[in-house]
């Protein structure tokens, strides 16, 4: 018998133990459940996210609506102070007064308009890179989980 030795070990002498059915059984559980937490906490920001781009649509329609609202203001100051200026031109004080006032007005309307528009961009656009950095976090921890190729 001039076989190669077979290595004999002896019982006891294995330098790692498997574990356990139980153990392996609930190893697997956690993972799936880690697994499957990543993955509703991705989708809750994913969801999040739209609500947040439904919310900023919603809020340009609306701007838009005001600034069109304002426009039309507007005009029709300008229209009233052309009236003036056509019915009196004999009231010259009075019409350079009441142009300075319309013109206060429309910067003042300007002004509300451009300070609303720019604090509503500036709440989105937080929103949309805190929601973004959480998107991107979820990504990374469900790549890194290693139960992802079995989903």
Same mark, same amino acid.
């Given at each position: ?9 002896? /019982? ?32 809750? *920001? ?12 919603? *809020?340009?329609? #609306? /701007? ?14 300008? =229209? +009233?102070?052309?009236? %003036? ?8 004080? #009075?019409? *350079?007064? %009441?142009?300075?006032?319309? =013109? ?13 528009? +720019? ?8 929103? $949309?890179? $805190?929601?973004?950095?959480?998107? +991107?976090?979820?990504?990374? +921890? ?10």
């Amino acid at each position: 018998m001039s076989s190669t030795p077979q290595p004999q070990l002896a /019982f006891g002498t294995h330098q790692q133990q498997r574990p356990s059915l139980t153990e392996f059984v609930e190893r697997i559980e956690s993972v799936v459940n880690e697994k499957q937490d990543l993955a509703r906490r991705l989708s809750k *920001a994913l969801d999040d996210i739209t609500v947040m781009t439904q919310l900023h649509q919603r *809020a340009h329609v #609306d /701007f838009e609506c005001e600034r069109t609202r304002l426009n039309s203001e507007i005009a029709d100051l300008r =229209a +009233q102070l052309i009236g %003036l200026s056509n019915r009196s031109e004999n009231g010259t004080t #009075d019409d *350079a007064r %009441l142009q300075s006032l319309l =013109a206060a007005k429309e910067r003042l309307i300007k002004d509300e308009f451009e300070r609303k528009f +720019q604090e509503s961009a500036v709440e989105v656009k937080r929103e $949309r890179s $805190r929601f973004t950095l959480e998107v +991107q976090k979820l990504k990374r +921890q469900l790549s890194n989980c290693i139960c992802r190729a079995s989903g």
